[in-house]
């Protein structure tokens, strides 16, 4: 049984969940992810996300689909995040936030069982605060501990991190591109993802 070294969703990078209005907004998503070396086995997929962004608190549900047939590996994966906004004041440059996130995959023995991974990414994300309510280029960054737990291995622990750029316009539709790296014993594994995010109400 050979896995690939995860993120927190199998394949795709970690995201930096984006604040919201104190009222709070609940958005969708959907990006496809590719791995961009052997490391990552250049696998191809697609996640969809719903998650609700609010002044102090924002979070999310995922579910990935590998594009690519891997003998080891099950197509599914499944993944959840939540992060605190410790800085809310708009007089602020950027915004900083603790997130926390869990991960799911499973992966073939080898012996005709599988084991499954768990990944718990917790990191600190910087991202960079919209001038206005308007259109708006989102930057951020967010480097983190990535914790792997595979059924009957020890839990490992890497350093990872993750960036992109989003830009949102004033109907609430917005377009992101992020990059993700760990830093793995033996490998590391670096990717990126190209997505679209929809604000509902806006």
């Not at 047939?69 to 602020?92: C, F, M, R």
């Amino acid at each position: 049984m050979a896995a690939p070294a995860t993120a927190q969703l199998l394949n795709h990078p970690v995201q930096a969940l984006p604040q919201g209005p104190a009222e709070g907004n609940t958005f969708v998503a959907a990006q496809w992810a590719r791995g961009l070396n052997e490391n990552s086995r250049e696998l191809n997929s697609f996640a969809v996300a719903i998650g609700r962004g609010m002044e102090k608190i924002s979070y999310t549900g995922q579910v990935g689909y590998l594009l690519d047939a891997v003998p080891d590996v099950n197509e599914l994966t499944l993944g959840a995040n939540v992060a605190y906004h410790l800085l809310s004041d708009d007089s602020t440059p950027v915004q900083v936030s603790v997130q926390a996130g869990y991960g799911w995959a499973s992966f073939d023995d080898g012996a005709g069982g599988s084991v499954t991974s768990s990944s718990f990414p917790v990191g600190v994300a910087i991202s960079g605060r919209p001038a206005d309510s308007g259109s708006a280029v989102r930057p951020w960054v967010m480097p983190r501990m990535a914790i792997n737990k595979i059924t009957d291995f020890d839990t490992v622990y890497d350093f990872g991190v993750s960036g992109g750029v989003s830009f949102t316009t004033v109907s609430g539709a917005s377009v992101q591109v992020a990059g993700d790296w760990v830093n793995v014993e033996g490998g590391s594994p670096f990717g990126m993802s190209l997505g679209f995010h929809y604000l509902l109400g806006r």
